[in-house]
């Protein structure tokens, strides 16, 4: 388990081998990796700033994958995220999970997406033609926490 | 008591600053947002629609009726927009 | 999109740097890599054979990525699969699912994954101190797909 | 009418063979079945339990019942592993 708070850009690949490594009784690896898209509700992006809370930023993302790891058999997990300027196509963040079995992994790589979303301060102000903008948040991020609620760990 | 207080995004921007130290004797944190709001135009600007402010104390996500009793650092922000 | 078939590995890192390069609309990009398991129901496995029918193999992996494009909005998707011999640690296979939003790169990768599993015909023989055992179906796998016939697409 | 038949994983090695041209007059992909167990032991210990057997026609998964008017190659072989 691993977090990193970070300016600089990570090699995505190289993330991915070095996690599984040796690791023979890993079955399954999933990762996402979170971009920065060229258009904001329609409207082109020239840049994106990204804001966040030093010291909180890292409690939150290690409590997050704290909760992750209690609720999943992983074998390995990781999150890195960045802030700073970024550039459309810019790599902005990124986890990746690690299990036996394929379900699990897809899981517990949904739900560190959930809470990171909505738990872990950091802030995007987008670059547009008319100035910059802090993205709201979307409510149907916070819907998303309800099911990781609902439903009992499905340890598999 | 001394408190750190640390303004995030738009807040920041709104305040004009991202951190003051503030002695306060507010028992929450929704007394202290009283207290700042009063401070200027700028603050009671920035403390305006409390629907879209959370609050962290010492690092920690926490309702607006938590009391500040020990706390060293509160944080003021809009919902979070990582990832 | 695109389906390969292939004996020898892949590059992981390179695979998801290709598939996302220039494509700025991107904003969430989902990976799931099968390994190779040291352990077979507990017993060590020195190896693995990959058996697959050449010919049905790329016309099933093309009609699930098919599939998958017309239930969600993805901008770009990838399968890649592994036959012939393979070691503990190995990479037997990848798909990625690219889109605009997080929850349709995971929905589909996982919708990749469930009918990968259960209709491209693969089969797995792993080599024990007992010798040589096909893999059996987990009637898990199977029921997985039960899912995508009850929901319909969510277009997000 | 002339079929390619193939087997595949332990389908392949009880049969003892990875495929074959067979002429038959089989309506449907269970005739088909028929006719192979009676061809001799290994073929009828192949095709015991067909719970475990899958048929594609023309590379296409099919019912046991579905015709074989028209389709040139016949696949048998146990639920997929793949992934």
């Keep these: 388990m691993s977090v990193r708070v970070q300016r600089e850009d990570f090699d995505l690949g190289v993330e991915l081998t070095t996690l599984r490594s040796g690791r023979h009784e890993i079955g399954a690896l999933v990762s996402f990796t979170g971009l920065v898209r060229e258009l904001a509700d329609g409207a082109p992006i020239s840049g994106m700033e990204l804001e ?74 987008e670059q547009t033609g008319s100035g910059g903008h802090w993205v709201d948040a979307r409510t149907t991020d916070e819907a998303a926490l309800q099911r990781w609620a609902a439903s009992p760990a499905s340890k598999k | 008591m001394k408190i750190d207080i640390f303004y995030f995004a738009w807040l920041r921007e709104r305040v004009g600053l991202a951190s003051e130290q503030v002695e306060t004797e507010a028992v929450t944190a929704a007394d202290l947002v009283e207290e700042l709001r009063a401070r200027d135009d700028d603050h009671a600007a920035a403390f305006e629609d409390m629907k879209s402010i959370r609050v962290a104390l010492d690092q920690e996500l926490c309702d607006f009726s938590a009391p500040l009793k020990g706390v060293r650092e509160v944080a003021f922000f809009p919902p979070m927009t990582g990832g």
Excluded: N
């Design chain 1, 52 to 125: 966040h809370y030093p010291g909180m930023t890292e409690r939150a993302l290690r409590q997050i994958e704290i909760d992750a790891a209690a609720r999943w058999p992983l074998q390995a997990s990781l999150i890195i995220h960045r802030y700073g300027p970024l550039a459309p196509g810019d790599q902005i963040m990124m986890v990746a999970t690690a299990s036996a079995h394929r379900q699990v992994a897809f899981e517990a790589a949904e739900f560190l997406m959930d809470y990171l979303k909505s738990r872990a301060p950091f802030w995007k102000k």
